[in-house]
């Protein structure tokens, strides 16, 4: 690419940018159901909050693994005209974006507490968790490429949408060192560069 640049976002930023807020606000709603005896009641509903927490992290954890190997494998060299974007903005974008499918999934999960206790909650964590894990898959797949992944902010969308979705046509990559966070999405420690 010769001239005028493109915005980037770096794949496991956007990724791993929904796992705080699912997370906490599923143990909060999770927390809130416990105290509400519901249909089923406690004891069926933690039970069944469990095994929705692990499924939940291991489907959202396996969707769209073999996108993301397929685009980082194609990625071409960024341009020097390619601008990256901060970590915090990328964060910001997303949460902008889907605060209110957020919320939406927060209010659900502590409506469900009345059928079954604490089962939305977790559910909602294990979508949390599931983010986390997949964040530092890419982290993985970064540090044996020994570059970091990015892609075409407007690709995302106005709510930062999915990173391996159909808009997206591929991936730049940079060096271990470029941008302000760590492989894997987390913010970089100070004097650290992998």
């Known amino acids: 690419m010769a001239r ?11 990724v791993r940018a929904g796992a705080a807020p699912l997370g906490w606000l599923g143990i909060v709603a999770a927390g809130v159901g416990v105290l509400v005896p519901g249909i089923t009641g406690r004891r069926i509903g933690v039970l069944a909050g469990a095994a929705l ?14 996108r993301y190997v397929a685009l980082a494998r194609g990625a071409d060299r960024a341009s020097k005209h390619d601008v990256l974007q901060d970590r915090a903005v990328t964060v910001r974008n997303w949460r902008r974006g889907h605060r209110w499918w957020v919320l939406l999934a927060f209010a659900a999960a502590l ?4 059928a079954v ?5 977790m559910l909602l964590a294990g979508a949390g968790v599931g983010l986390r894990l997949k964040a530092a898959w890419i982290g993985r797949l970064e540090r044996a490429a020994e570059s970091l992944l990015w892609v075409r902010v407007d690709w995302l969308g106005r709510g930062a949408g999915v990173p ?13 060192a470029a941008g302000d966070a760590a492989p894997g999405g987390a913010r970089r420690r100070a004097g650290v560069l992998v």
């Open 164 to 176: 391996a979705g159909k808009r997206v046509k591929g991936y730049r990559a940079t060096g271990i």
């Open 117 to 121: 206790p604490a089962a939305g909650g």
């Open 53 to 66: 927490f692990l499924i939940t992290a291991v489907v959202v954890l396996l969707t769209h693994r073999k």
């Open 111 to 114: 409506g469900s507490a009345f």
């Open 4 to 14: 005028g640049g493109q915005g980037l976002a770096r794949v496991a930023v956007v």
